[in-house]
């Protein structure tokens, strides 16, 4: 059987911050921010007769002014608008390291976009995100991301998008998220059974930091990668509970020398300190290694 993590290389995405395209004063701020990802939004941020200046925002930026070390992702509209054919031209003009399609509701949404991206030539380095943030794609995530990881379709990653689930399923915005809680973590496992990565969903107030602290430590127990953000005041929280502890850092630094012993190279446990260490458990210490070097290139 074939483990589709082993071909997902390790990425920082602790913290991706959405930036309205139509804002030209946040698109320079950027570049002066701490963040590890920046998405560049195109739909639900930009009013519909100024999706044109915002197109153009973004091909000037991608031109001039390129982020560096860290991955940028342009958020088009739904496929299903009258916006989306001149959103992705902009994207294949601007080769950003990702789109971000919205409104993705089953396999057949991701394949459209990818075939586009084939049939024009894109980069093979052009990724694609998709928002999980309709019922339908709740039910959907494990076949979208079957899909998506064994057609050649591109899929990179998943978004949470939680104000429109709420919108469609008429669960309130409580603290503690309690009753979208089992939709979370099905989408999380969607995304690890097929090699994906998983973003949790913005905390909208951004001035209550202490809530976006409580919405960062539940999504990293849940088992996500990062968390996306509406302000640069979030940053430090996403960054410090997505991140590597010293704790984290040194019992994977143990495991990666304990296995490097000569005497462990045909063996599949280990006795470390007491300790039954098993392969798989050197296979989360580099890959936790590989973000931790990433985190220090960063700095």
Not at 36 to 51: C, G, H, Q, T
Not at 72 to 101: G, H, K, Y
């Amino acid at each position: 059987m074939v483990s589709f993590a082993l071909h997902h290389p390790a990425r920082l995405r602790r913290s991706v911050l959405s930036v309205p395209a139509i804002n030209l004063r946040a698109l320079q701020k950027v570049h002066d921010l701490d963040c590890d990802a920046v998405i560049f939004d195109l739909e639900d941020s930009v009013a519909s007769d100024r999706k044109g200046e915002a197109r153009d925002n973004l091909r000037r930026f991608f031109a001039e002014t390129p982020l560096v070390d860290r991955e940028s992702i342009i958020r088009i509209n739904a496929l299903d608008t009258d916006f989306s054919a001149a959103d992705l031209e902009t994207v294949l003009a601007c080769a950003p390291d990702a789109l971000l399609l919205p409104k993705v509701n089953e396999p057949e949404d991701v394949q459209v976009a990818s075939d586009f991206l084939a049939d024009n030539d894109a980069p093979d380095g052009l990724r694609i995100w998709a928002m999980m943030e309709t019922p339908r794609s709740i039910l959907n995530a494990a076949a979208i991301a079957e899909y998506g990881r064994t057609r050649d379709t591109r899929l990179d990653c998943f978004v949470i998008g939680l104000n429109d689930l709420r919108k469609d399923t008429g669960v309130p915005a409580e603290p503690g998220r309690t009753y979208l809680v089992p939709w979370l973590m099905q989408v999380v496992l969607s995304a690890r059974a097929y090699g994906l990565d998983v973003i949790d969903s913005v905390s909208n107030d951004f001035k209550d930091l202490e809530s976006l602290d409580a919405e960062c430590r539940q999504g990293r127990a849940m088992g996500f990668d990062g968390k996306m953000l509406i302000h640069p005041a979030q940053i430090p929280a996403a960054n410090r509970c997505f991140g590597i502890s010293e704790p984290d850092l040194a019992e994977a630094r143990a495991i990666a020398t304990a296995f490097a012993d000569p005497a462990a190279a045909s063996l599949n446990v280990i006795n470390s300190n007491g300790r039954m260490i098993e392969r798989l458990h050197l296979e989360q210490a580099e890959r936790l290694l590989q973000k931790a070097a990433l985190i220090d290139k960063r700095k």
